[in-house]
């Protein structure tokens, strides 16, 4: 397997950026995944976590894999309002949207996007969603209304995108808070 090797954690496919390795995982893009580079992983006992967009982002010059005080990176959800949704929800405040609908509700929402964008700030999630949108993302540029959700194995947050920044809210669907209600 003379074309793929790794090198300062960075992860070569015949002479593409495939991936980056980091904490005993190997990041590794998902137009990557075949069972040469599956195997050649494990036996540097590497755990593949196939991802999209990570070729992109490595030859767009980001510096990828865990840098030892950082925050772990969380994935990122874009949640926006459905197509079927009343129109006067979308592209409003957070404040008019709790005034004329209630709390922004997970049901009127679809996934526009769920993957890694190398980090977990929601000023550069924004720009990213808005300048050069990563593959998978299927919808519009991120806008008031939409949610940011950042994610891991512990849970999640998620951020309302505001006239001006993101806001924290709890984003649930409103038939978990009626059977709580109901107990």
Known sequence: ?????????LISYYGNPAGYTDKGNAIVDRIFQNEE???WLTHRSL???????????????????????????????IWQLGPETD???????LDEMTKKFGEPNREHYRIAYDGQLGTND???????????????????????SDVVELYDSTGSEYYYCDRFGF???????????QQMAGL
């Open 1 to 9: 397997m003379h074309g793929i090797s790794e090198k300062g954690g």
């Open 37 to 39: 580079l599956t195997s």
């Open 47 to 77: 755990t593949p976590k196939w991802t999209d967009g990570v070729m992109e982002r490595l030859m767009a010059g980001e510096q990828l894999g865990g840098v030892e005080n950082s925050a772990p990176l969380k994935n990122v959800r």
């Open 87 to 93: 129109v006067y929800m979308k592209f409003i405040s």
């Open 122 to 144: 929601l000023e550069a999630i924004f720009t990213r969603c808005n300048t050069n949108h990563p593959p998978g993302y299927n919808g519009h540029s991120l806008s008031m």
């Open 167 to 177: 806001e924290p809210i709890a984003f649930e669907e409103s038939g978990q808070t």
